[in-house]
Nanobody, 115 residues
Framework: QVQLVESGGGLVQPGGSLRLSCAAS????????MGWYRQAPGKEREVVAT???????NSADSVKGRFTISRDNAKNTLYLQMNSLKPDDTAVYYC?????????WGKGTLVTVSS
């Protein structure tokens, strides 16, 4: 079992920045990949960005150049730096861990981009 706890969400104005964190209860060295997903009201959950156990990142076209995913294996923490936020980025953001024992999800943190 892996527990994931997200933090860092909140209300931000368009053009602003936020950094999300995801604290994992188990060593991230054992995870094949980790990622951030989001679900906006009335929409399906979608991938935002992922990073492999070797640190190779990938991100959705909609956030390329604005969001950066990173991981600190020593702290067992995953990050998502979000810059130039837009109202369309408003969603609940979820942390995901893809382990050899299965997939795990956090409970999510709400990001609201509004003036």
């Amino acid at each position: 079992q892996v527990q994931l706890v997200e933090s860092g969400g909140g209300l931000v104005q368009p053009g602003g920045s936020l950094r999300l964190s995801c604290a994992a209860s188990a060593s991230m060295f054992n995870m094949r990949a980790m990622g951030w997903y989001r679900q906006a009201p009335g929409k399906e959950r979608e991938v935002v960005a992922t990073i492999t156990r070797y640190g190779v990142p990938n991100s959705a076209d909609s956030v390329k150049g604005r969001f950066t995913i990173s991981r600190d294996n020593a702290k067992n923490t995953l990050y998502l730096q979000m810059n130039s936020l837009k109202p369309d980025d408003t969603a609940v953001y979820y942390c995901n861990a893809d382990t050899f024992g299965g997939q795990y999800w956090g409970k999510g943190t709400l990001v609201t981009v509004s003036s």
